[in-house]
């Protein structure tokens, strides 16, 4: 369990989730300022298989999004003309806005997105540099509290209004592993969230001082129809419990598709790891189009 920073001790409460606050800001601000270049180094072996999108037709790469505590990095891709552009906030894995999650956005711009993807973790610590998971999670991943990545989307969101050309009533998120832990929790504080696509996000875990809920704790009360993707053969996440979320979600009136493909292991969209899986990923990145422009996003 991660421990409580000291600078939590004056923090606000945030929207209707209980137990989040807000932390005050980071006394040194911004570890990373800008994105890393490449994949990140934390992978055993890049595959063959890595998808590259061109960016013809686009607007695509690094921006400074505004926060409360300065200009936080990170991408931003759309495509070329007047919009406005649905908004789709991309939510890293515990890697960072790597190439991998840069090629997402571009994906999602292809379409007719505005696709956003802040560096979530730039205050905790430079993911560009650290080359161990494990590493990555008990410090970095474990000491950002949960209050300040939903705030910093928030911004992510307000930005792509007023400098993106984005539509501010049409805003979707989708996130993969850590991030799609993430789709369910800001689904649960967003009200005018149209749709989140979970792609094989935890929904239980240890909570903590600074991450008090989980995806289980929050089904029902979320705003907005949420995608889950998972993989059967995700060794990490058992399919049981993202049943029982889907089922506490609708028993509470909500929404939650759920789509388990029963030979995939987690990270099964991640081209660039070993646990690839060409077929699921098409098929759930097709599903995850069709679930945004049912609910609104597109």
């Not at 990490?236 to 419990?241: E, L, M, N």
Request: net charge negative.
């Amino acid at each position: 369990m991660a421990a409580c920073p000291d600078d939590l001790t004056e923090a606000a409460p945030i929207g209707e989730l209980s137990g989040l606050v807000v932390p005050p800001l980071s006394r040194r601000g911004f570890v990373m300022t800008s994105l890393m270049t490449g994949l990140t180094l934390a992978t055993t072996a890049v595959e063959a298989q890595v998808i590259h999108t061109d960016a013809e037709g686009l607007e695509a790469g690094e921006v400074q999004i505004p926060a409360a505590d300065g200009p936080m990095p990170g991408y931003r891709a759309m495509p070329k003309g007047e919009g406005p552009f649905p908004i789709v906030l991309v939510i890293e894995e515990i890697f960072g806005v790597h190439d991998y999650i840069k090629d997402i956005c571009r994906r999602l711009a292809k379409v007719g997105y505005c696709a956003v993807a802040p560096e979530l973790y730039a205050r905790q610590g430079d993911l560009s540099t650290m080359t161990d998971a494990k590493a990555i999670i008990r410090d970095v991943i474990s000491k950002t509290p949960d209050a300040q990545w939903i705030v910093d989307l928030d911004a992510a969101a307000s930005w792509a209004v007023s400098h993106s050309r984005g539509d501010g009533g049409r805003i979707g998120t989708m996130g993969w592993c850590r991030g799609g832990r993430g789709v369910w929790l800001y689904a649960a504080h967003r009200k005018d969230l149209k749709a989140g696509v979970a792609w094989y996000g935890p929904v239980g875990g240890e909570p903590s001082p600074i991450q008090p809920l989980t995806g289980m704790d929050v089904a029902a009360e979320i705003h907005a129809p949420i995608l889950a993707l998972y993989g059967g053969a995700d060794t990490g996440i058992p399919v049981a419990a993202v049943e029982a979320a889907r089922d506490k979600a609708r028993a509470a009136g909500k929404s939650v598709e759920l789509v388990v493909y029963p030979d995939a292991p987690h990270g099964f969209h991640a081209d660039y790891r070993p646990s690839y899986r060409p077929t699921e990923a098409k098929d759930g990145w097709e599903r995850a189009l069709s679930f945004l422009k049912m609910h609104g996003v597109g």
